[in-house]
């Protein structure tokens, strides 16, 4: 069961900011951005309640006329990716803000309530059908929009699905643009936050930056959309309240000796702790967690506060399964999760991206095996504070692109400091941490 699209429209706008009459405004891209070329596209999807039989067409009429109005402020959503092929076998790629457009699509889904997403033990299969451009690659903005949202219409609500190129934004930017959307929306005559779409780079580097990408085999390499939707794992939510969270972060500190391990530190670890007890491990293996690291505030000088783009590369943590498990294993690895974050240094970082100017590297899930956990997403983005101008969303969800058994994304409760985990595993380890105590004693599902 799909939803059904009633309309789709190319959203366009006139004298956009960076664009003049004579040429387009081009982007170079960093390390940060290129490194999701092969990745498939990013989806965020925000759930509302309504009246049922409620008339939305003046909705609709104004969601477009908000989010045109938003784009003018986005020109780089606007756009295309421009991957240019040279003479010494590397490309280059870029964006060029054409305003060629973004995708708005109108859709539908009868029979679906806002509780049938909401109240429901795993994630609905109809529910990859509220997002647009499944099966996109963030290559394939050559000719894709690299914005594209759907919204559909449900029997009590209406459900909001952004698919985001991975290559132009990272989480902190695409919830920019949505948080922008919906002040505009709601009528604000100026948005809080003005975007930067000045990259960062090194004085002396050569731009655009050239690498090898061979298009063909990175697709077959890196794709992990091939897998049929009744073979692809499972996802589960867990809700932590914040009462729950403090008494987890307190006893990872006790643990530990300390008093700089945080919340998502320790939650990390605690849902790390459940999935590998309910493995059966060797308890001399060496499991994997992989972590998100965001680079904005972490540069000399920062990047700006509208820096509008990808700032964040990916970090291993490696861990025994017995010093994992082990009686005061929360701590332990919290701590070493912290001390880990803590090196991310302005010299280590940026010695990073000198790194993969020599050898560039992908994003790629395929490459984890399946004991290895990978988190993405953050609990500081304001995802609760998008009202359109109809009252504030009531979840929120991720999309089934990129997928795969290992996969959590971690976004802020609907109740403040509370946070909301959605885990992909099979349903085997599913089950198995709903039976364990020790985890499911922190869960307030």
């Not at 500081?380 to 998008?386: A, H, I, Q, S």
């Amino acid at each position: 069961m799909n939803s059904i699209v009633l309309s789709t429209t190319t959203i366009n706008t006139p004298n956009h900011n960076l664009c003049d009459d004579s040429s387009y405004h081009t982007i170079d891209l960093t390390p940060w951005d290129l490194q999701f070329l092969p990745y498939g596209v990013n989806q965020k999807g925000l759930i509302y309640r309504h009246p049922v039989k409620q008339d939305t067409s003046n909705q609709i009429k104004h969601l477009k006329h908000s989010l045109s109005s938003t784009l003018k402020m986005f020109p780089s959503f606007m756009g295309r990716l421009k991957i240019k092929e040279h003479e010494d076998n590397t490309i280059s790629c870029s964006i060029t803000c054409n305003n060629e457009g973004a995708l708005f699509v109108h859709a539908a889904a009868e029979n679906t309530s806002v509780d049938d997403i909401l109240v429901t033990t795993y994630n609905p299969q109809i529910l990859k059908s509220f997002f647009p451009l499944n099966g996109v690659k963030n290559y394939q903005g050559t000719s894709n929009p690299l914005f594209a949202v759907q919204v559909t219409e449900l029997v009590n609500g209406i459900f909001i699905g952004c698919t985001i190129n991975h290559v132009v934004a990272d989480g902190t930017s695409i919830w920019h643009f949505i948080n922008s959307w919906a002040e505009m929306s709601r009528g604000c005559l100026e948005i809080s936050k003005i975007p930067s779409f000045e990259r960062w780079f090194p004085n002396d580097i050569q731009r655009p930056i050239r690498f090898p990408f061979t298009i063909e085999p990175q697709n077959n390499h890196y794709n992990n959309d091939n897998q049929k939707d009744n073979h692809k794992p499972p996802v589960r939510l867990f809700h932590f309240t914040k009462e729950n969270i403090a008494k987890l972060k307190f006893k990872a500190n006790l643990e530990a000796g300390a008093k700089n391990i945080s919340s998502l530190q320790a939650l990390y670890t605690h849902i790390w702790r459940s999935i590998i007890r309910s493995k059966n491990l060797d308890p001399e293996e060496e499991v994997n967690c992989v972590l998100a690291i965001g680079i904005r505030p972490r540069l000399i000088p920062p990047l700006k506060e509208g820096y509008f783009g990808n700032a964040v590369i990916d970090y291993k943590v490696t861990m025994k399964v017995c010093e994992l498990l082990e009686n005061n294993g929360l701590g332990k690895c919290a701590s070493k999760m912290n001390k880990m974050i803590a090196l991310q240094s302005d010299e280590k970082l940026k010695n990073h991206y000198e790194n993969w100017l020599k050898i560039p590297g992908f994003f790629n899930v395929g490459k984890y095996d399946n004991e290895t956990l990978m988190f993405g997403s953050s609990p500081r983005f304001d995802v609760y504070g998008n009202d359109f101008g109809w009252g504030k969303p009531v979840g929120v969800r991720h999309g089934g692109l990129n997928k795969k058994s290992g996969f959590i994304s971690v976004v802020a409760g609907g109740e403040e400091g509370s946070m909301d985990f959605e885990l992909c595993f099979s349903y085997e380890t599913l089950e198995a941490i709903c039976n364990d105590p020790e985890f499911m004693e922190v869960v307030s599902n």
